[in-house]
């Protein structure tokens, strides 16, 4: 039998590793990011010459199934699945990054300054969000475009702005639950200033699930990112993305179905790797799952 | 006078992350009928984790190493439970919970049982108070709840007024009996539950009992509640069930509140009504305490 | 407080929520200029003179020489009014309020199976992994969920159709009915069908059963792909709500009680562990109201969703607003059927 005595950061780890799913999806998060870091750096090293566009091969357009030389097989106008995938994972990648971290950042923001100053500003505060959070995306997306134009720009702002009122909402319910804590309290009675609580006590307990809802986020964003490029949000796109490579296979689907599969199942698993790689994370930062 | 319950070299240890802990070590304890026993100890020293390992309610990563629970000639009543494996495996330890379950069932809420330190939070607070206690009469002695509510349709007015007669002059025993010789045996803890209500006055007393003999149920009711007293298993099918169930319970909760004016709550009919956030932390403790032994019929 | 006090008071808090929805919304596909307004409000079968006095008529009513918020103000008024536009898409042009009529009944008949075959399925497996945690039951549901859950809804959607369209051949994909089959009756025209616009009730009505049945395979795999992607949320939901109730106080209480292991799930552990996957329920079934516009999309069903994708790849305002408005009256009742469903079950509400 184990001995009583292991140190809290060693637990965590233990239980993460120990946690065989969490750990595989977080060796694919992680290979997934390492792709995009190549195909930002160094695209050579997998042989890809053009990493921010899509190479057609006119001179076969219809799609090929996998073979030895396009180990995806191909997808209309000749282009080659596998390097396409990868170089797609950057830009999804990118972008969904870039959603959740900004509508985290301001959801936390307003969810912890309304949670901890109450009273009329977090009526006002809620209210907003609540507003916000009943716009559906794709008509948000589709207004944000009309106005500043379609592209992936406007896509990841209306993306964030759709996303933060989750994070206020979240930020705000663990602030007061830590407000109300006998603990804060006290630190209020021996004259700690507001300001010194937040940033001690709020921000410590507030910081850690939230980074388990970006994790988790992450998962669920890059689906929901392709599914509005995928519907076509982009007119004349050409970047490799992954919804819009679904796309392209959709003629084909009756007679190329791995044109339409691939890309998806790029979409797929990484998201299936985030969820793990989140939930095992939950797993260590919850202290209720600490007895198991 | 032999010992009702029993505990002998009781090991019981718990598996977590950080190790193994070791709760219960050789624990040897005897009660006889009609003795009380206090626990005292520090906390984290175990006392909960006992008294849940008498009654079977372990946690999952609970291992009963060895020991023996013995109560009142039920045998053994941790027999199967015991870890025969030297390695822990949580999957197995829901299952022995699950056999202790169902082992248990009989004897908990019957002839053992439990209350909580936290009567708050031991409440269901989505579920009446009427029928959390009515629950526990449901399940082990429906008979008593039909028996009460074919009585009830079966006495007159007639006979009301001659058992008003009989309890201001006579002896307990002759009630007894004169319900007996007609088949109304179900009414006696109804009738002597009014009847020890002193903070009303007599006339009070007697319009209630008066108002027990309202006569009529339905051909339908009537047909399952005699079906009950018979246990014919007809009555166990999944529809027919949720009928019988129904009507016992709305039995049981009426027996509730008379356990409830017994222990002194005031508006025992409102407060059964009632959910359990709606009452006071002292009333939730007494409500909870009277949930203990409500099917015995001495108390 | 009564109930229906409550519910008053909780529609007077929903109303700001539908005026900010809108607001924004309007804000937003207005900025390009008033020539929008008109652009909503211009009757596109008009032309030439009658075109441009309608124009006229329209600058007059609407103060379009005026600033946003005022638009806004009247266009509001229009609303109330019970006038809500013409949208100019390439599969229907016309009144908005027609466009409501024709599109809705699609998608209504696609989100009550779908919703109707989530719950169904949903309840019991969510149940039941929860109590046989860990178990072969659970652990392949769980992975089934997870990798629904991953999947984007067009993925579960194409999938169905390679699965069942086109290796096994078994279901048709696309559209409502097979159009060989209506294209002598009389009571179809244009792609719509009459009285009321479901082919499978119509066809029925009208005693011809096979096109009904055609009409119902057209239904099934678009509802399959709506219910499992909304399933897996709902089954994952469920089940870690079991989980937490059965951690519970009270659930001991229950045993040590004597209560019966199933009387203790479907009792005492389902009724306080259904609230949140309830509340998450009704979201879902306001979601598919409004028009699943990707399965609408890629099954080629003349839908609400579809209607509303086609209005805002074509900037076509009226639409855009019409959809809105629908699908925040569609929210804000949703909401109100939680709070209305939350305060029911939970006694702990007061109203």
């Known amino acids: 039998m184990r001995s009583l005595e292991t140190s809290s950061f060693r637990l965590s780890l233990q239980t993460l590793l120990r946690n065989k799913s969490a750990f595989v999806g977080t060796i694919i998060v992680i290979l997934y990011f390492v792709d995009a870091l190549v195909m930002e750096v160094y695209p050579k090293l997998f042989g890809i010459t053009q990493p921010n566009s899509l190479v057609e091969n006119f001179s076969s357009p219809l799609p090929l199934p996998p073979s030895f030389s396009h180990p995806l097989g191909t997808t209309a106008y000749g282009i080659d699945l596998l390097t396409s995938i990868l170089k797609a994972i950057k830009f999804d990648l990118a972008y969904s990054l870039a959603v959740v971290l900004s509508g985290a950042a301001l959801g936390v923001i307003i969810g912890v300054i309304s949670g901890y100053v109450g009273g009329a500003l977090d009526e006002f505060l809620m209210r907003i969000t609540d507003i916000v959070f009943s716009i559906p995306y794709l008509v948000l997306a589709l207004a944000v475009g009309f106005v500043i134009g379609r592209t992936y720009t406007s896509m990841v702002l209306a993306l964030a702005i759709v996303w933060w009122p989750l994070y206020a909402r979240y930020g705000r319910a663990l602030t007061l639950s830590i407000k109300t804590l006998p603990y804060v309290d006290s630190a209020r009675l021996y004259g700690m200033n507001g300001f010194k609580i937040l940033l001690k006590h709020v921000i410590p307990n507030v910081l850690p699930p939230v980074f388990v809802q970006i994790s988790l986020d992450l998962g669920t964003i890059m689906p929901t990112f392709s599914t509005l490029s995928f519907i076509g949000f982009i007119p004349n796109a050409n970047l490799p993305e992954l919804g819009f490579l679904t796309t392209l296979g959709l003629n084909y689907i009756q007679t190329a179905p791995w044109t339409v599969i691939f890309p998806g199942l790029a979409i797929t698993v990484f998201s299936l790797a985030a969820n793990l790689m989140g939930e095992g994370l939950r797993d260590v930062f919850d202290p209720r799952r600490r007895s198991e | ?299 | 407080m009564k109930l229906w006090a409550y519910i008053l008071r909780r529609v007077v808090i929903l109303v700001p929520t539908l005026i900010g929805l809108t607001f924004i919304v309007f804000v937003l596909s207005h900025s390009g200029g008033p020539n929008l307004v008109l652009a909503e409000y211009l009757n596109p079968h008009l032309s030439g003179s009658a075109k441009q006095a309608q124009i006229k008529a329209l600058i007059q009513e609407f103060h379009l020489n005026q600033p946003i918020y005022v638009q806004y103000f009247y266009w509001l008024l229009q609303v109330l009014k019970g006038n809500l536009g013409y949208t100019n898409t390439p599969i229907y042009s016309g009144p908005v309020s027609q466009a409501f009529e024709l599109f809705m009944p699609n998608t209504l008949m696609l989100s009550i199976i779908a919703s109707v075959f989530t719950w169904v399925i949903g309840m019991p497996l969510g149940v039941w992994s929860a109590v046989k945690k860990d178990g072969v039951f659970d652990q392949t549901t769980r992975i089934a969920a997870l990798a629904l859950y991953s999947m984007p809804f067009y993925l579960i959607a194409l999938s169905l159709i390679i699965i069942f369209g086109v290796y096994f051949r078994v279901l048709p994909f696309s559209g409502t009915v097979n159009l060989l089959l209506v294209g002598s009756v009389p009571w179809y025209q244009n792609g719509i069908s009459y009285p009321t616009h479901i082919f499978i009730i119509d066809a029925a009505i009208h005693g011809k059963y096979m096109i009904a049945l055609n009409a119902l395979e057209h239904l099934i795999l678009p509802s399959l792909a709506l219910s499992l992607g909304s399933l897996a949320a709902f089954i994952r939901l469920l089940r870690s709500q079991m989980l937490e109730v059965f951690g519970q106080d009270f659930i001991r209480f229950a045993y040590s009680k004597g209560v019966p292991e199933k009387d203790i799930i479907t009792v005492h552990a389902r009724k306080n562990a259904i609230i949140v996957p309830l509340t998450n329920f009704v979201y879902l079934v306001a979601f598919l109201l409004g028009g699943a516009v990707v399965v609408e999309s890629i099954f080629n069903i003349p839908g609400i969703g579809y209607w509303t994708t086609q209005a805002l790849l074509n900037n076509d305002v009226g639409g855009i607003m019409g959809s809105t408005l629908l699908f925040g009256i569609i929210l804000v009742a949703a909401s109100l059927a939680i709070d209305v469903i939350y305060a029911l079950i939970d006694p702990r509400v007061r109203y």
Not at chain 2, 27 to 38: A, D, I, P
Not at chain 2, 192 to 206: F, H
Not at chain 2, 225 to 245: A, H, N, Q, S, W
Not at chain 2, 266 to 273: D, G, L, S, T
């Open chain 2, 1 to 299: 006078m032999s010992n009702l319950l029993e505990v002998k070299n009781l090991r019981l240890e718990f598996y977590t992350r950080r190790g193994v802990y070791k709760v219960l070590n050789d624990v040897k304890l005897s009660l006889k009928r009609g003795e009380v026993l206090g626990l005292a100890g520090e906390s984290g020293s175990g006392k909960s984790t006992l008294g849940l390992a008498i009654i079977g309610l372990v946690a999952e990563n609970a291992i009963i190493v060895s020991g023996e629970v013995l109560f009142d000639g039920h045998g053994n009543l941790i027999k199967s439970a015991i870890w025969s494996d030297s390695k822990f495996k949580i999957k197995k330890g829901r299952k022995l919970i699950k056999q202790l379950h169902k082992q248990l069932l009989h004897i908990r809420g019957k002839e053992m049982s439990m209350v909580f330190q936290d009567p708050m939070s031991s409440l269901n607070p989505l579920l009446k108070i009427g029928y959390q206690i009515a629950e526990v009469v449901y399940y082990h002695n429906p008979k008593l709840l039909a028996q009460r509510a074919l009585a009830r349709s079966k006495v007159t007015k007639q006979e009301m007024r001659e058992i008003i007669d009989l309890l201001k002059t006579s002896e307990e025993s002759n009630l007894v009996s004169y319900l007996s010789q007609k088949g109304l045996d179900g009414l006696y803890e109804q009738i002597m539950s009014i009847w020890q209500r002193t903070n009303l006055s007599e006339v009070k007393r007697e319009r209630m009992l008066l108002s027990l003999a309202n006569g009529g149920i339905s051909a339908l009711e009537k047909l399952v509640l005699e079906g009950v007293i018979k246990e014919r298993k007809i009555f166990d099918l999944p529809i027919v069930r949720r009928y019988k169930k129904k009507i016992l319970v709305k039995e049981g909760v009426r027996k509730a509140v008379e356990l409830l004016s017994q222990l002194g709550v005031p508006h025992p009919e409102k407060v059964v009504e009632m959910y359990p956030h709606e009452l006071s932390g002292g009333m939730r403790q007494r409500v909870a305490s009277r949930l203990r032994l409500p099917t015995t019929p001495n108390w």
